[in-house]
């Protein structure tokens, strides 16, 4: 079975700072990983996933993440917040095999602090 | 650039109704997936659709059933309606994207239809 932790139920930064959410997976075999953002009752936008090659992924309004085999670890990231990043973030492992549904973490508020 | 159309957005049932809700996914994707979100949970995966069949199935209970039509439409049919069902369902689409044996689609979701059961 596979599944997804998002340690932090929210995550607060100062406008301009750096932001970095976690997540930690666990799966059989390889991972396929994104990233979802939701704002307030709004549909899942897909930020970004990691699939296979380069560590460090890009993906939208600026936003990168950091895969890392040894620690099971996909955390999101961002050079410097702004503060309409505040919404609930969502990272989720995909099997890989047939159209599978994503298993989802629990999901973590970001909230930036003008 | 066209989206996942959820019809209707919002939709209140009393105790054993019936309710349908549709699903019309991004132009040429061809799988289709049912989530529910409770408050303050996280997305549930309960079924999947390729090309008209079904592919995957998670916690759709036995009183949900859904279909994939040849428009590559779907529906998801729940019957029998509980206080619990009350959430927020979102059907997302994607296109087969092989790499080597396994899928590495992206799923892009609609805004959601928000059930309540009173």
């Known amino acids: 079975a596979q599944s997804v932790a998002q340690p932090e139920d929210q995550v607060n930064v100062a406008e301009g700072n750096p932001l970095t959410v976690k997540c930690t997976y666990s799966?059989?075999?390889?991972?396929?990983l994104f990233w979802y953002v939701q704002y307030p009752n709004r549909g899942l936008q897909f930020l970004l996933k990691?699939?296979?090659?380069?560590?460090l992924v890009k993906g939208s309004y600026g936003f990168e993440a950091e895969f890392n085999k040894s620690q099971t670890s996909f955390h999101l990231k961002k050079p410097s917040a702004l503060v309409s990043d505040s919404a609930l973030y969502f990272c989720?492992?995909?099997?890989?095999?047939?159209?599978?549904?994503?298993?989802f973490g629990k999901g973590t508020h970001l909230i930036i602090q003008p | 650039a066209a989206g996942v159309i959820q019809s209707p957005r919002h939709l209140i049932k009393e105790k054993r109704e019936t309710a349908t809700l549709k699903c019309y996914p991004i132009?040429?994707?061809?799988?289709v997936y049912w989530y529910q979100q409770g408050p303050g949970q996280d997305p549930q995966f309960l079924i999947s659709?390729?090309?008209?069949?079904?592919?995957d199935k998670g916690s759709i209970p036995d009183r949900f059933s859904a279909q994939q039509f040849s428009d590559y439409h779907s529906e998801l049919n729940m019957s029998s309606l509980e206080l619990g069902d009350s959430a927020l369902y979102f059907c997302?689409?994607?296109?087969?994207?092989?790499?080597?044996?396994?899928?590495?689609?992206?799923?892009?979701f609609g805004p959601g239809t928000r059930l309540t059961v009173l």
């Open positions: 997302a689409s994607s296109r087969l994207e092989r790499g080597g044996p396994v899928r590495r689609d992206t799923q892009y």
């Open positions: 799966v059989s075999g390889n991972p396929y």
């Open positions: 990691y699939i296979t090659g380069d560590n």
């Open positions: 989720a492992v995909h099997s890989g095999g047939g159209a599978d549904g994503l298993t």
């Open positions: 132009p040429r994707h061809d799988t």
């Open positions: 659709f390729y090309e008209k069949m079904q592919s």
